[in-house]
């Protein structure tokens, strides 16, 4: 067998180097993974949260359940958010009387929404409020958990996206976050702090040291120990 060998000019090694300097040869390495064009339902992350997300799904196309992770990349239709639903369970020592929950939509953004709009709905009572609250009691106990389905709130939700010219079929990217967890024993959480009501003023809460990681005077039904 004969081997034959070739020399590499050293006048085009220097060229070469020249134009991947200088930003005249662009390389372009494929990453594999996320799919183009997919929707993606990703959490925002907090120190602390008191409840976690299980059993999150949804329908491709055809209307076959999708069962993912949060964070995933997603190939399925322009309504996937309407046929989402996932489980809030409680990993606190209290029970949970109040949640909110947001939904952002960092693809609508502009001048005059800023870097996202952010669409609210929550579920329970909260302690103290001077408002009117017309959504049922809610009440549950560690390691219990809330069923959510987003249809419920999709038409409102197509309708705030509007409110903004901007359409639900063109958010790709959704963030769930919760707002605020108030707890049966009227303190509360949100963003990574502790907070308990403010004893001038129930309808406000403020900063303080309890914590819904341990126990309290207060048993499971919300009421004094006796």
Known sequence: MI???????????????????????VVTIKVTGAREGGKVLEPEFARQNPVIFRDVQTKDGLGNIVKFRLGENLSVGDNWLKDTS????????????????????????????????????????????????TEPPLFIKTGESLQVALDKNYGQIVEFLGTKHFAIQN???????????????????????????????SSRYIPGDVSPFTKTGKDEKGGQKP
Do not use: C, H
């Open 3 to 25: 081997t034959k060998s070739f020399k590499i000019p050293w006048s085009a090694v220097f060229s070469l180097a020249f134009l991947l300097l200088s930003g005249l040869l």
């Open 86 to 133: 996932f489980r809030v369970v409680n990993i606190a020592r209290k029970p949970i009387v109040y949640l909110d929950l947001n939904l952002n939509f960092p693809d609508a953004k502009s001048e005059t929404t800023g870097p996202k709009m952010s669409y609210s709905f929550s579920f329970g009572r909260r302690p103290g409020s001077k408002f009117l609250q």
């Open 171 to 201: 958010m790709n990217k959704v963030q769930l976050r919760v707002g605020f967890v108030a707890f049966a024993d009227n303190t509360g959480w949100m963003a990574g702090m502790f907070y308990k009501q403010d004893p001038n003023d």
